[in-house]
């Protein structure tokens, strides 16, 4: 897919920020991540940032600052997998 050029004749928008959170056990669910980010760049105006679960556990405010969320798991039993689940509730508490 191609980007395009912004038009100038446009309003100056902020861009929107998309957080692509994923715990990856093996390695796949990371690039199915990175592979969204890379689509997600080609939209104008788009900024996505890759985010481990396990990280975002510590720091679940963090979410705050973004308008979107992709959520990435491996599954486990045809759920959720455990890890995704534990930074899933560290995010209860959060509110914009």
Not at 60 to 71: S, T
């Amino acid at each position: 897919m191609k980007a395009t050029a912004i038009p100038t004749d446009r309003p100056v928008r902020t861009p929107r920020r998309l957080a692509i959170v994923y715990h990856s056990a093996h390695g796949h669910t990371e690039h199915i991540a990175s592979h969204i980010r890379a689509g997600a760049r080609d939209v104008p105006d788009v900024v996505a940032d890759l985010l481990k679960a396990e990280d975002l556990t510590a720091t679940p405010a963090d979410l705050i600052a973004y308008d979107g969320l992709v959520l990435g798991s491996p599954t486990s039993l045809g759920g959720v997998e455990a890890d995704s689940l534990v930074a899933a509730s560290a995010t209860a508490g959060v509110s914009a």
